[in-house]
């Protein structure tokens, strides 16, 4: 999986991937392109490259923020290097974008060099350079000059002679000859500069991996992600776990994002709560997480361990599917099917559902539930399950949101600050106690009274004949 793919399923990924500080052109293309890493040796590799670009920010901020101009200059050059690797004859332009290309690198190999560091592996920049530049002037602008060949430089000698003496027809002669010998140093170039085609695109791969690197340790540092502990089994353990996207929105109104807890294994965890509890951020934030990680990202929480899976399922409402014609539950029940053939093919999946069942009757819609959860128990997978359904008889690991806090809850509240008064954090569920906060939600929003009383008679009603 590319990650351009995965910001298409991942609403807060994408927004963290397009938060990015990237200066050089084709810093996206390359970032988009980015594989899914499922060896845990490979991602601490990239977390540790990530590591070192922070300290390196912090001990030579003028010096970075050199490196970042030249790179917001490098022009994307990928259809010339095409040409380079095919072997067509370069034009002026190209020649010129390829010198230009290739100041901006040497100087960056000589801020990293003077700052004794190695956060990338440049190559010798000598030969190229006298492909590109023959006379050593270092200056950003390219011409066919009489130092690339003595035949060229006696033509053009030869011109201005016949031009100084008045002679319009030798003139016009030697100055055809002159475009033709060009033409001919061109090719010379295009020949030497394919035999350099691969220093050329490492250089090219190179600047734009430390782009992204040095990107990604700004948005970091700027938005508090940590870098987690890894490990290929055991316990997914976060503290202070927080979804940027959300995070955002609330904090332009004036609200306050509450992180969370949360730890889970390779058996399935059934998670309760009202309506708008916050188990949908929930599951799209632990997705974010570990889509993050694997793509070799720091992720949103104060502390995390986290374990290497095959691949993260989601299966939290497709409008897409419901607009193809599936109604919402066989959309539904297509993506269930869909994670649970991925696991029966021996991946190792993170599975995330919300709210399975939802649109059925009760009565087939617990037994659904059930049904999910002994089979995720079965087939001992990771996955967190969000449900109205509750009760004893689930034999997994329960957590139910808190909900709404012991303060007094004031006469104005509104759908606008409810958020106020609601205790994300997650708290493990014995079944012996559901609070009804469905019905005290529905009052708050200004559900009529009447309405509001007689749900709440057939609520204590069931109560009673359940005790």
Not at 66 to 89: F, V
Not at 90 to 95: A, C, F, H, V
Request: charged fraction near 25%; hydrophobic fraction near 40%; include cysteine.
């Amino acid at each position: 999986m590319q990650l351009k793919s995965a910001i298409e399923e991942l609403e807060s990924l994408r927004f963290v991937i397009e938060a990015l500080p990237l200066q050089s052109a084709p810093s996206r293309h390359y970032l988009m392109a980015l594989h899914w890493i499922s060896e845990e040796k490979a991602i601490k590799r990239e977390l540790a490259q990530v590591v070192s670009a922070m300290h390196f920010i912090e001990a030579n901020e003028p010096l970075t923020a050199n490196i970042r101009i030249n790179l917001a200059q490098i022009r994307d050059i990928r259809g010339t290097l095409r040409n380079i690797k095919t072997g067509s004859t370069p034009d002026d332009i190209e020649l010129f974008e390829l010198k230009h290309f290739w100041l901006l690198a040497d100087g960056i190999k000589r801020f990293l060099s003077d700052a004794g560091v190695e956060l990338i592996c440049l190559p010798d920049m000598g030969p190229v350079m006298k492909i590109l530049d023959p006379e050593g002037n270092r200056i950003p602008t390219f011409y066919i000059c009489d130092n690339y060949d003595d035949e060229l430089a006696a033509l053009r000698k030869a011109y201005n002679n016949a031009h100084q003496r008045g002679e319009k027809a030798l003139e016009e002669q030697l100055k055809e000859a002159a475009i033709q010998r060009e033409e001919v140093v061109r090719q010379h170039l295009g020949e030497q500069l394919h035999v350099q085609y691969n220093a050329l695109r490492h250089t090219m791969d190179q600047l734009v991996y430390l782009d992204i690197l040095l990107s990604k340790a700004i948005l970091f540092k700027q938005w508090n992600f940590t870098c987690p502990e890894l490990y290929g089994e055991g316990l997914t353990n976060y503290h202070g776990l927080f979804n940027p996207l959300v995070k955002k929105i609330l904090e332009a109104k004036g609200e306050h994002f509450q992180p969370v807890d949360i730890t889970f294994g390779f058996m399935p965890t059934l998670i309760t709560g009202a309506n708008m509890a916050g188990k949908t951020v929930l599951l799209k934030t632990v997705a974010l997480s570990q889509l993050l990680v694997q793509f070799g990202f720091f992720v949103p929480a104060s502390e995390a361990v986290i374990r290497i899976v095959d691949q993260v399922m989601l299966s939290v409402g497709d409008q897409q599917s419901e607009l193809q014609g599936l109604s919402s539950f066989g959309a539904e029940m297509v993506r269930i099917t869909g994670i649970i053939r991925t696991i029966r093919s021996g991946k190792k999946v993170l599975a995330l559902i919300d709210e399975p069942a939802r649109t059925t009757n009760p009565t087939e819609g617990l037994a659904l539930v059930k049904a999910i959860v002994e089979l995720f128990e079965k087939m001992k997978v990771a996955g967190l399950i969000t449900t109205h359904y509750s009760g004893t008889d689930f034999t997994c690991r329960k957590l139910r949101v808190k909900g709404f806090t012991e303060t007094d809850i004031p006469e104005d509240i509104s759908i606008g600050n409810l958020i106020r008064y609601l205790d994300y954090n997650l708290v493990e569920d014995t079944g012996e106690s559901l609070p009804h906060e469905a019905l005290r939600i529905a009052g708050i929003l200004g559900v009529d009274n009447e309405l509001i009383e007689r749900a709440q008679y057939y609520v204590h009603e069931e109560d009673r004949v359940k005790k």
